[in-house]
């Protein structure tokens, strides 16, 4: 690529300028206690090997390869002749490896490419600078959670690049990319679920593992409350907390849907924008009248192999069936089909809109037919709850039951404009 303009040009190698500045500042902080002159790098060398290297990415792309080859081979020569004492004595890579990384970060932005190269040494800078979290977070993971992230490294990095992405099965309705990235996106939502019980949950108590595990699982959230409620003698915040997962479950399905079906997102947000609000206000109300607890243990590891790949085959089955109910019944055939598969699970239901053909279901009556899918799922929670935690799970029954009336009123006036 041939760089051309002096204001481009200025502006790569004062890109990588910045970048060894932004570098060199958090190391001269970092290393500021060291005694003058036993410092390998600070401030200033980190910003001349930004600059340097920007020069060198400059040439490069200016066609003079060898010369910005040469200058960025010998930068980086130097930074390990500088460096190899320091790590045979500490054992410490860090400040070399950053005077590397500054180094490649400014031949990227003399390369014609200042934006990713000062987005690079920003996630550098935050990296550095959190060494104590990051230290921190370490330390507090146990052997489930590195499982945890194995597991989804696998489903999210080592599956879903090497999908072919094209309409394969029968009626043309499997798209195998599209069908591991749904895979992707709600393991994903469980995943960051796990990771923020794992962080806060404990610390902050019933609501806050409500508030995180409603974002991949309300219906298991209000299981495990209602079985802890209904086995104390006196309840804490469980009520609040069912009532506060079902209004998190709204946001999500609301997400949900921007990401897979946006032609359904506009009237599904009108049908259920008022029933959320209900359930935020119920849930709030029961929070603040809520005694203090001692915080519930998180719950397990929601990443696992084998129900991802039951969900996609499950996912892959309904989408042949919506294909045929829309080439044999027609929209009203679609809509009977969303709300059976979503009885049981309302992101299936979503996930199966979404792989369907804008025309083959108004937006209108595909929301109102996972509107019921949802007035389905809240009756399997109240049963939950009920079932549990009996007459002490009456108040989180009472704000689900009035979020669920709110959504059947603003579901019937919706039925009326079709």
Same mark, same amino acid.
């Given at each position: 690529?041939?760089?051309?303009?002096?204001?481009?040009?200025?502006?790569?190698?004062?890109?990588?300028?910045?970048?060894?500045?932004?570098?060199?500042?958090?190391?001269?902080?970092?290393?500021?206690?060291?005694?003058?002159?036993?410092?390998?790098?600070?401030?200033?060398?980190?910003?001349?090997?930004?600059?340097?290297?920007?020069?060198?990415?400059?040439?490069?792309?200016?066609?003079?390869?060898?010369?910005?080859?040469?200058?960025?081979?010998?930068?980086?020569?130097?930074?390990?002749?500088?460096?190899?004492?320091?790590?045979?004595?500490?054992?410490?890579?860090?400040?070399?490896?950053?005077?590397?990384?500054?180094?490649?970060?400014?031949?990227?932005? +003399?390369?014609? #490419?200042? =934006?990713? /190269?000062? &987005?690079? $040494?920003?996630?550098?800078?935050? %990296? !550095?600078? *959190?060494?104590?979290?990051?230290?921190?977070?370490?330390?507090?993971?146990?052997?489930?959670?590195?499982?945890?992230?194995?597991?989804?490294?696998?489903?999210?990095?080592?599956?879903?690049?090497?999908?072919?992405?094209?309409?394969?099965?029968?009626?043309?309705?499997?798209?195998?990319?599209?069908?591991?990235?749904?895979?992707?996106?709600?393991?994903?939502?469980?995943?960051?679920?796990?990771?923020?019980?794992?962080?806060?949950?404990?610390?902050?108590?019933?609501?806050?593992?409500?508030?995180?595990?409603?974002?991949?699982?309300?219906?298991?959230?209000?299981?495990?409350?209602?079985?802890?409620?209904?086995?104390?003698?006196?309840? +804490?915040?469980? #009520?609040? =907390?069912? /009532?506060? &997962?079902? $209004?998190?479950?709204?946001?999500? %399905? !609301?997400? *949900?849907?921007?990401?897979?079906?946006?032609?359904?997102?506009?009237?599904?947000?009108?049908?259920?924008?008022?029933?959320?609000?209900?359930?935020?206000?119920?849930?709030?109300?029961?929070?603040?009248?809520?005694?203090?607890?001692?915080?519930?243990?998180?719950?397990?590891?929601?990443?696992?192999?084998?129900?991802?790949?039951?969900?996609?085959?499950?996912?892959?089955?309904?989408?042949?069936?919506?294909?045929?109910?829309?080439?044999?019944?027609?929209?009203?055939?679609?809509?009977?089909?969303?709300?059976?598969?979503?009885?049981?699970?309302?992101?299936?239901?979503?996930?199966?809109?979404?792989?369907?053909?804008?025309?083959?279901?108004?937006?209108?009556?595909?929301?109102? /037919?996972?509107?019921?899918?949802?007035?389905?799922?809240?009756?399997?929670?109240?049963?939950?709850?009920?079932?549990?935690?009996?007459?002490?799970?009456?108040?989180?029954?009472?704000?689900?039951?009035?979020?669920?009336?709110?959504?059947?009123?603003?579901?019937?006036?919706?039925?009326?404009?079709?």
């Amino acid at each position: 690529m041939v760089v051309t303009g002096w204001y481009w040009q200025a502006l790569s190698v004062a890109t990588a300028l910045a970048s060894g500045l932004l570098i060199g500042i958090e190391r001269g902080w970092k290393l500021k206690d060291q005694e003058p002159g036993t410092r390998v790098a600070g401030v200033r060398t980190f910003t001349m090997l930004g600059l340097g290297s920007g020069i060198a990415g400059l040439l490069g792309a200016m066609g003079h390869v060898a010369v910005g080859a040469a200058i960025a081979i010998g930068l980086v020569a130097v930074m390990v002749f500088a460096y190899s004492r320091e790590l045979r004595a500490d054992h410490d890579s860090t400040s070399a490896v950053a005077a590397i990384s500054t180094i490649a970060i400014g031949f990227l932005a +003399g390369n014609a #490419n200042p =934006g990713l /190269a000062i &987005a690079c $040494a920003a996630i550098g800078v935050a %990296l !550095l600078a *959190l060494r104590q979290e990051l230290h921190g977070f370490i330390e507090r993971l146990d052997a489930d959670d590195v499982k945890a992230l194995a597991r989804y490294a696998v489903i999210a990095g080592a599956v879903l690049p090497f999908l072919p992405n094209g309409h394969f099965g029968p009626l043309g309705a499997w798209n195998p990319q599209r069908l591991w990235l749904v895979v992707v996106l709600v393991t994903g939502f469980s995943f960051l679920g796990y990771v923020g019980n794992r962080i806060f949950g404990e610390r902050h108590g019933t609501i806050a593992t409500a508030l995180i595990g409603g974002a991949y699982s309300s219906t298991a959230v209000t299981q495990s409350l209602a079985q802890r409620l209904g086995s104390q003698r006196e309840g +804490g915040a469980e #009520n609040a =907390g069912i /009532a506060l &997962a079902t $209004a998190v479950m709204y946001l999500r %399905l !609301l997400l *949900l849907i921007g990401i897979l079906s946006t032609r359904a997102l506009l009237p599904f947000a009108l049908i259920v924008l008022p029933a959320l609000m209900v359930a935020w206000s119920a849930g709030f109300w029961l929070y603040r009248k809520a005694p203090s607890v001692d915080a519930p243990a998180p719950p397990g590891n929601p990443i696992a192999l084998l129900p991802a790949f039951g969900f996609v085959i499950f996912v892959a089955f309904a989408a042949v069936a919506a294909k045929w109910a829309a080439g044999r019944f027609g929209e009203q055939g679609i809509a009977l089909l969303l709300l059976i598969v979503g009885s049981t699970d309302v992101d299936t239901a979503i996930i199966t809109l979404g792989g369907l053909p804008p025309v083959a279901i108004s937006p209108l009556l595909a929301a109102i /037919a996972i509107g019921g899918t949802v007035i389905v799922n809240m009756a399997v929670k109240i049963g939950i709850t009920l079932a549990y935690a009996g007459r002490k799970g009456v108040p989180a029954v009472a704000a689900m039951a009035t979020s669920v009336m709110v959504l059947g009123a603003t579901l019937a006036i919706a039925w009326t404009r079709l």
